[in-house]
C-alpha cells in the first residue's frame, strides 16, 4: 500500500465507498435483471443512498480531520452538504419511479448515473485540493451530461445534452486554466499551502488573470448571468427529475466548490473577488427574475427562478463573515424541499396524452388533484419568500447576513428582486386555482411522487415554523470551514 495511504483514510472516506460499490453493483444487478423487471433498481439505489448516510454519520467527526495527506478534509461543512447531495438524490429516485416508465426509459443506467454524480458531489465537497475538487466535478458533470440526454427519441432531451456538453467542457477548459496559473504562481494545489502563498504575493496580475478565470468556470456551473445561457434550453429539455437534481444538486455541489476555493485557497484576494461576486449577484437575481416574467413553460420559467436563486446565494460569499456562509448553507437546504417539491407538482403533470410543462397544464389542478395544488401553492410562496414559509426565514437570513456585513444596499436589491419573483410564482397560483380550461387525462399520484411531497411539504413548512436546529447546524458548519471574516471593506 503506498506510504501516503492508510486505512484510517479508507474509514473516513466510508459514505463515498459504500456510494462507489453500490454503483457498480447496480450495473451488475442491471446486467442480471430483464428490462421489464427493473423498476425495482429504483428501491436499490435509495437503499444505497441511505447506507452512505448512515455510514456519513458513523464516520464524522467532532473536529475536522485531514485525509489523504490534505486531499481532502472531513468536517462539519462537508458533511452538511453530503447530507444535502444524499437528500436530493433518494427524492431524484422518488421523482423518476413512474416517470421513466412513462417514458421508456431504462432505471439501471439511470439509478448508475444519479449515483455517480452523487460520488462527484461529496468530492467536491471535501476537496481541499484542486485536483481533487476538479475531478470530483468531472465525475459529476459526465454524469450529468449522460442523463440531460437519457431520453433518445426526445429531440429536446439530445438538443440539452450537446448544448451542455459543449457548454460544459468549455467552461471546465476555463476553469482548468484558471487552477494551472494558480498552481505555477503558487507550486502547489492544497487549499491551505495556496492560501499562505497567494498571500505572500500581492495582487500579482497573473493572480487576478488567473481568479477571473476560476469565477467564470465556477459561474458556469452555478449559473450565474452571464455564464447562465445553457440552464433554460438543458433544464426544459432534461427528463425532469434529471433538471430537478441538476438545480439542486449540482448547484448545491458548485457553491461548495466555491466556498472551499475562495474562502480556503483564496481569502487574501477577498478584495477582488468580492467585488466580482457582488456585481454577478446583482446582474444575476435581476435578470433571472426579469426573464422569468415572460415565460410559459414551467421548467423554463423555473429555470430563470433557479438562476435568480444564485444571486441571492452569492450574497453569504460576498458577506464573507461565518454568519454569510451559513445564510447560505441554510438557504440551500431549504432551497432543496422548495425546489425538489416544485418539480414534484411538474412531474405530475407528466401524462400518456400530455408533456405537462407549460402553465396551461395547470389549468384546474386544483378540482383534480387538491393535494398537489395546494403543495404547490406553498411552494410557489416559499420560493417567493412569504412567510411562515421556510423560503422566508432562508431569504432573512441572508438578507441580514448582507445587513450585518454592511451591504445594505445589496440586502435592499435582494428584497426588490425577491418582490418581483412573486409576480410569476402567483401566476403558477392563478391557473392551478383559477382556470378551468383542464386538458387531457386525470394526473395520476403515484407512491414514489406522494413521498416526495409530502417529504418537501414537510420540510418547507417545519423549517418555517421551528428552524433553528437547521441554524445551529448550519452554524457549526460554517465554524468548520474556519471562516473569521475575509470580507473586503464596502464600497
Known amino acids: ?66 485525509v489523504a495527506r490534505g486531499l481532502l478534509s472531513i468536517d462539519g461543512f462537508s458533511t452538511f452538504f453530503k447530507a444535502i447531495f444524499l437528500l436530493s438524490a433518494v427524492l431524484t429516485l422518488l421523482l423518476s419511479m413512474r416517470y421513466l416508465d412513462m417514458e421508456g ?64 467542457t468549455f467552461s471546465l477548459g476555463i476553469l482548468l486554466y484558471g487552477i494551472s496559473i494558480l498552481y505555477g504562481m503558487s507550486g502547489t494545489t492544497n487549499l491551505r499551502a495556496l492560501a499562505i502563498a497567494v498571500a505572500d504575493q500581492g495582487r500579482d496580475p497573473w493572480l487576478i488573470l488567473a481568479l477571473i ?29 434529471i433538471t430537478a437534481f441538476l438545480s439542486v444538486g449540482s448547484k448545491a455541489a458548485s457553491f461548495a466548490m466555491l466556498l472551499r476555493i475562495f474562502l480556503e485557497g483564496l481569502p487574501s484576494l477577498s478584495a477582488d473577488w468580492t467585488i466580482l461576486f457582488y456585481v454577478l449577484s446583482v446582474v444575476t437575481m435581476t435578470v433571472g427574475n426579469i426573464a422569468a416574467l415572460t415565460q410559459s413553460n414551467i421548467k423554463r420559467m423555473l429555470a430563470y427562478s433557479s438562476i435568480a436563486h444564485a444571486g441571492y446565494l452569492l450574497i453569504g460569499v460576498i458577506a464573507g463573515t461565518s454568519r454569510g456562509v451559513a445564510a447560505m448553507l441554510i438557504y440551500l437546504a431549504i432551497y432543496a424541499f422548495m425546489q425538489f417539491g416544485a418539480f414534484a407538482v411538474v412531474i405530475l403533470l407528466r401524462r400518456a396524452d400530455a408533456i405537462g410543462d407549460e402553465l396551461k397544464d395547470l389549468s384546474g389542478l386544483y378540482a383534480r388533484q387538491p393535494f398537489p395544488a395546494v403543495a404547490m401553492l406553498i411552494f410557489m410562496l416559499s420560493l417567493g419568500g412569504i412567510p411562515p414559509t421556510a423560503g422566508f426565514m432562508g431569504k432573512f437570513w441572508l438578507f441580514s447576513a448582507a445587513i450585518d456585513a454592511n451591504y445594505v444596499w445589496l440586502a435592499v436589491l435582494g428584497v426588490v428582486n425577491s418582490a418581483i419573483s412573486l409576480y410569476y410564482y402567483l401566476r403558477v397560483v392563478v391557473f392551478m386555482f383559477m382556470k378551468n380550461e383542464a386538458a387531457g387525462s386525470q394526473p395520476v399520484l403515484s407512491p414514489g411522487l406522494a413521498v416526495a411531497l409530502v417529504v418537501t411539504l414537510a420540510g418547507t413548512l417545519v423549517l418555517g415554523v421551528y428552524p433553528r436546529p437547521l441554524f445551529e447546524l448550519a452554524e457549526f458548519s460554517a465554524r468548520a470551514l474556519g471562516v473569521v471574516g475575509v470580507a473586503a471593506t464596502p464600497f
Not at 476560476?214 to 425532469?240: L, N, Q, R, S
Request: proline letters at 6%; glycine letters at 8%.
Open 1 to 66: 500500500m503506498p506510504g501516503w495511504f492508510s486505512l484510517n483514510d479508507l474509514y473516513y472516506i466510508l459514505p463515498e465507498l459504500v456510494l462507489a460499490v453500490g454503483a457498480l453493483a447496480t450495473l451488475v444487478a442491471t446486467a442480471l435483471t430483464r428490462r421489464s423487471r427493473q423498476a425495482w433498481l429504483s428501491w436499490l439505489g435509495i437503499g444505497v443512498l441511505a447506507a452512505s448516510a448512515l455510514a456519513m454519520i458513523a464516520v464524522t467527526p467532532d473536529a475536522p480531520v485531514n
Open 105 to 168: 426509459a431504462r432505471h439501471g443506467e439511470y439509478v448508475f448515473l444519479v449515483l455517480c454524480a452523487t460520488l462527484g458531489m461529496m468530492f467536491m465537497a471535501t476537496g481541499t485540493d484542486l485536483i481533487t475538487i476538479f475531478v470530483g466535478l468531472e465525475t459529476m458533470a459526465i454524469a450529468f451530461y449522460i442523463l440531460a440526454g437519457l431520453l433518445k427519441p426526445d429531440r429536446r432531451s439530445n438538443e440539452a445534452a450537446v448544448k451542455y456538453f459543449l457548454l460544459g
Open 213 to 241: 478565470l476560476v469565477v467564470a468556470g465556477i459561474g458556469f456551473k452555478i449559473a450565474a448571468v452571464p455564464f447562465h445561457m445553457w440552464a433554460p434550453d438543458v433544464y426544459e429539455g432534461a427528463p425532469t427529475p
